[in-house]
């Protein structure tokens, strides 16, 4: 079955901080990959994709991640974390030839002054 | 930037009432959706819909709902008689191109009393 997994719940980092976020994913074909991020009381905001090419994506805010095929991984990173960075992040996963997105359960960054 | 938008920003209804969401997808998009997120849960997809017809559907779009696009600009979601556990926080999206990437809406908060 195709799933999205986000291992982390809940991460807390100090500002100015790196940050890595996980994803892993079960797809049985090539997969088109997404991250959003939700902060509190609004809708999703798409911060990076990655259809084909260059494994390694730039997104808005400073954020970019890693496609990794042999991982069935793709991790978001910030080499500096903003406070303005807390909200919840979303992996996502579809595929050409679908309608959907299957969305990973999220993971809640707190950012600590 | 173009954006998707959502009306009423947030409902409340007594079970067994009809509702209807709306939104205005991103004006040259082909592609529309909708998802839900129930508190605390994974975002999920409801239903996919193209050329004036449903495209793809989830195992939650049951006979409760439809979707339907009656003009030009609009597309909407129909709850026939809601229950409690339609609770959610529903968001509209839309998309140029199948697989392509997805745009959503800010959400409609409803809430089920």
């Known amino acids: 079955a195709q799933s999205v997994t986000q291992p982390d719940i809940h991460i807390t980092v100090s500002e100015g901080a790196s940050l890595e976020l996980r994803c892993n994913y079960s797809?049985?074909?090539?997969?088109?990959l997404f991250w959003y991020v939700q902060s509190p009381g609004q809708g999703l905001q798409l911060l990076l994709k990655y259809f084909s090419g260059d494994t390694l994506v730039q997104g808005i805010k400073g954020f970019e991640a890693e496609f990794k095929r042999s991982q069935s991984s793709f991790n978001l990173r910030k080499p500096s974390v903003h406070w303005s960075d807390a909200a919840e992040y979303f992996c996502a996963v579809s595929t050409s030839g679908t309608y959907k997105y299957i969305f990973g359960t999220g993971t809640r960054l707190k950012v600590l002054a | 930037e173009p954006e998707v938008t959502q009306t009423p920003s947030h409902q409340v209804t007594q079970m067994g009432q009809e509702v209807i969401l709306r939104c205005v997808p991103i004006s040259n998009h082909l592609y529309f959706y909708w998802y839900r997120q129930i508190l605390g849960q994974k975002v999920e997809f409801l239903v996919s819909?193209?050329?004036?017809?449903?495209?793809?559907k989830s195992e939650i779009f049951d006979d409760q709902f439809s979707v339907e696009r009656p003009d030009g600009s609009n597309f909407t979601l129909k709850i026939r008689s809601t229950k409690l556990e339609d609770s959610a926080m529903y968001f509209c999206?839309?998309?140029?191109?199948?697989?392509?990437?997805?745009?959503f809406g800010e959400g409609s908060w409803l809430t089920v009393v």
């Open positions: 819909f193209y050329n004036n017809e449903i495209s793809e």
């Open positions: 999206a839309s998309s140029g191109t199948l697989g392509n990437t997805i745009y």
């Open positions: 797809y049985g074909a090539t997969p088109y």
